[in-house]
């Protein structure tokens, strides 16, 4: 079992940046691959960004790209969202999730541990 508690979340204006982080329990935690999604009031949870197991590879939503990065420390049991220039429209709870599977990084139903989530706001 993981178990994940992101942090870094914050009230910000447009155009600032932000990291969220993710520490997950575990000493398993570099077989799983990791995602970030969001949600934000009255709308479905959303995909961010992915990485895979050792971190090669990340994949994000197009909203996102460009602007947002994931990374993660397979020694400290960390995952990352190093969000820029930052929109109105990031505004959300994200969560950080894990999985065993790591394929379809945009599904939740592919994640099997989620995190409580950590807000962002951004005011413009």
């Known amino acids: 079992q993981v178990q994940l508690v992101e942090s870094g979340g914050g009230l910000v204006q447009v155009g600032d940046s932000l990291r969220l982080s993710c520490a997950a329990s575990?000493?398993?935690?570099?077989?799983?691959?990791m995602g970030w999604f969001r949600q934000a009031p009255g709308k479905e949870r959303e995909f961010v960004a992915g990485?895979?197991?050792?971190?090669?590879?990340?994949y994000y939503v197009d909203s996102v790209k460009g602007r947002f990065n994931i990374s993660r420390d397979n020694v400290n049991n960390m995952v990352y969202l190093q969000m820029n220039s930052l929109k109105s429209e990031d505004t959300a709870v994200y969560y950080c999730?894990?999985?065993?599977?790591?394929?379809?990084?945009?599904?939740?139903?592919?994640?099997?541990?989620w995190g409580q989530g950590t807000q962002v706001t951004v005011s413009s």
């Open positions: 999730a894990s999985s065993l599977l790591g394929g379809r990084y945009y599904l939740p139903a592919e994640y099997e541990f």
């Open positions: 575990g000493r398993t935690f570099s077989s799983y691959a």
């Open positions: 990485i895979s197991r050792r971190g090669i590879a990340d």
